[in-house]
């Protein structure tokens, strides 16, 4: 599968921004879809998952209540709804997908990535 993000951009902090990865392929349904992030200058952080059904997710504590992660089967999308932006989330956004059941919070168990779309929140 080949994923595609978008939806990135400038926002000022307790903005909203929502992030697309839209996905090639007709297997859409069967994967776990992750989102993750890098700060500048830090590690790649996990943000939220959710498993092929679209009824189970699982987000960081840092973004719980903040961002929102959905997908649309139909149309091989998945989005992640960024509210009350702060300036830590400053990040480049990477979408990820993994064959298989559940939520996953490692970045190690997915086997397929995006090429990232840069979010600068502004203070």
């Known amino acids: 599968v080949q994923l595609q993000a978008s939806g990135g951009g400038l926002v000022q902090a307790g903005g909203s921004l929502r992030l697309s990865c839209a996905a090639s392929g007709r297997t859409f349904s069967t994967y776990t879809m992750g989102w993750f992030r890098q700060p500048p200058g830090k590690a790649r952080e996990f943000v939220g998952s959710?498993?092929?059904?679209?009824?189970?997710?699982a987000y960081a504590d840092n973004v719980k209540g903040r961002f929102i992660i959905s997908r649309d089967n139909a149309k091989n999308t998945v989005y992640l709804q960024m509210g009350s932006l702060k300036p830590e989330d400053t990040a480049v956004y990477f979408c990820?997908?993994?064959?298989?059941?559940?939520?996953?919070?490692?970045?190690?168990?997915?086997?397929?990535w995006g090429q990232g779309t840069l979010v600068t929140v502004s203070s």
């Open positions: 959710i498993a092929f059904s679209g009824r189970t997710t």
């Open positions: 990820a997908a993994r064959v298989g059941l559940g939520v996953w919070r490692d970045a190690d168990e997915y086997g397929y």
